[in-house]
Nanobody, 130 residues
Framework: QVQLVESGGGLVQPGGSLRLSCAASGFTSRNVAIGWFRQAPGKEREAVSCISMPDGITAYTDSVKGRFAISRDNAKNTVNLQLNNLKPEDTAVYYC???????????????????????WGQGTQVTVSS
């Protein structure tokens, strides 16, 4: 059974940084994609980023490009999300999720659609406020 545990959330001032981690266990296949999503109070869940575990190919939503960076450590089955230059509108509960990576000619890719993921972590709160 796949399990995901997020950590690293907290309170940070605007312009600050945080590093979120998603520790995964129970995978029976290496054909895995890990996605990060977030949900702010009163708003719908929003995709943030994803990474394919086999090839490390990444994708980001436009609002975080250039500020957030996703990376993986296959040996530790961990995916990290570095959040830089945080803004108050980044405040949300951040979730990591696991699904299947898709093989294309350029390698295994991921998609930032929630429907591509079937296992979710419990979430970690990120609050950006002065």
């Amino acid at each position: 059974q796949v399990q995901l545990v997020e950590s690293g959330g907290g309170l940070v001032q605007p312009g600050g940084s945080l590093r979120l981690s998603c520790a995964a266990s129970g995978f029976t296949s290496r054909n895995v994609a890990i996605g990060w999503f977030r949900q702010a109070p009163g708003k719908e869940r929003e995709a943030v980023s994803c990474i394919s575990m086999p090839d490390g190919i990444t994708a980001y939503t436009d609002s975080v490009k250039g500020r957030f960076a996703i990376s993986r450590d296959n040996a530790k089955n961990t995916v990290n999300l570095q959040l830089n230059n945080l803004k108050p509108e980044d405040t949300a509960v951040y979730y990591c999720a696991a699904g299947k990576a898709t093989y294309l000619e350029r390698g295994y890719v991921c998609y930032t659609y929630a429907t591509e993921y079937n296992t979710w972590g419990q979430g970690t709160q990120v609050t950006v406020s002065s």
